[in-house]
C-alpha cells in the first residue's frame, strides 16, 4: 500500500542507520511493527494482576511437554532403558 506522509529526513536517516535497514521503507516500516509490539506488550502488561493464574496447571501442562519431547527424541525411553 502506498502512503505519502511528511517525514523529518533527518529523523529518517537516523532511523534507517540505527536500524541497519537498506531502504527508508524498510526503516520505516520496521519502526511501525516495533511500536505496534510495544504497544501490544503495553496492553498486555496493564493486564498483570487481573487474570487468575492456576499456576499447577502451569506446572502440570510444562510437565507433560517435557515428558512429550523427551518421548518423541527418545530420551525418555533410554532413562527407562528401553528404546523405540
Excluded: F
Amino acid at each position: 500500500m502506498r502512503t505519502s506522509v511528511t517525514l523529518d529526513e533527518s529523523l529518517v536517516r537516523e532511523l534507517r542507520d540505527l536500524s541497519g535497514e537498506k531502504t527508508k521503507t524498510a526503516a520505516v516500516e520496521a519502526a511501525v511493527k516495533e511500536q505496534i509490539r510495544r504497544a501490544k506488550l503495553n496492553k498486555l502488561a496493564g493486564l498483570l494482576g487481573r487474570i487468575d493464574v492456576d499456576e499447577e496447571a502451569i506446572k502440570r501442562a510444562r510437565r507433560r511437554d517435557l515428558e512429550r519431547v523427551e518421548w518423541l527424541t527418545g530420551i525418555g525411553a533410554k532413562k527407562r532403558g528401553r528404546r523405540h
